[in-house]
């Protein structure tokens, strides 16, 4: 199967700083990547789909300018949570579709998010 | 009514034994879905993904799509104790490639020695 990479795999930071998660599709170009949040037994939810060289399309209730999405290429997606708050310490993962993969998401490892 | 539905779990059955997934979805246009398993504290790895009706075997795993009834299920035969894990049901929505995908809320399997 395809193979999409996050880094890093676990970040801690203080409450007021900035976080850049990336996600890489490794062996496929990735016409369009999602980011999910997921909290403890919850299932996951979809914050926001990106497709390269274009903005990216956020769900209802997410703020845009809290998690900043950047597709700059085919392989290559970037979340950024600024101003970090307790409140979005979460398990950050991101997927991938596309190229060969056609319309079958391939979702990376994911990103232990704290903010203390 | 929810989109995607899958059985009430959590489910358990012994080593050796077939476990039985369902799932149901409410958007009758829907063309492909997806089995994902999910282990505690990890990120969700694709099982299999069915377009036609009918059945779709891969090793152990069989898939069960059936678009009249909107049903679409996944079996486990012979399941391991490795097996134990969330089983997400995933309808893709609004056509190929941009396409979200709607989760069920996931069926928890226990397979015990």
């Known amino acids: 199967g395809a193979v999409v990479s996050q880094h890093p795999s676990w970040v801690i930071c203080k409450s007021g700083t900035s976080v850049k998660i990336e996600c890489r599709s490794l062996?496929?170009?990735?016409?369009?990547m999602f980011w999910y949040r997921q909290f403890p037994k919850q299932s996951l939810m979809l914050m926001a789909t990106?497709?390269?060289?274009?903005?990216?399309?956020?769900e209802q209730g997410v703020e845009k300018d809290k998690f900043l999405i950047n597709h700059a290429s085919l392989t290559l997606s970037t979340l950024t949570v600024t101003s970090a708050h307790p409140e979005d310490s979460s398990f950050y993962i991101c997927?991938?579709?596309?190229?060969?993969?056609?319309?079958?998401?391939?979702f990376g490892p994911g990103t232990r998010l704290t903010v203390l | 009514q929810k989109e995607v539905e899958q059985n009430s779990g959590p489910l358990s059955v012994p080593e050796g034994a077939i476990a039985s997934l369902n799932c149901t979805y409410s958007?009758?246009?829907?063309?492909?879905f997806f089995w994902y398993r999910q282990y505690s504290g990890k990120s969700p790895e694709l099982i299999m993904f069915?377009?036609?009706?009918g059945d779709k075997e891969d090793g152990r795993f069989t898939a069960q799509l059936n678009k009249a009834s909107q049903y679409v299920s996944l079996l486990i035969r012979d399941s391991q104790p490795s097996d134990s894990a969330t089983y997400l049901c995933?309808?893709?929505?609004?056509?190929?490639?941009?396409?979200?995908?709607?989760f069920g809320q996931g069926t928890i399997l226990t397979v015990h020695p």
């Open positions: 997927s991938a579709t596309g190229d060969w993969v056609s319309d079958t998401q391939y």
């Open positions: 062996d496929f170009q990735a016409t369009t």
């Open positions: 990106s497709n390269e060289g274009s903005k990216a399309t956020y």
């Open positions: 958007d009758r246009g829907s063309q492909s």
């Open positions: 069915i377009y036609s009706n």
């Open positions: 995933a309808v893709l929505t609004g056509g190929t490639s941009y396409g979200k995908l709607t």
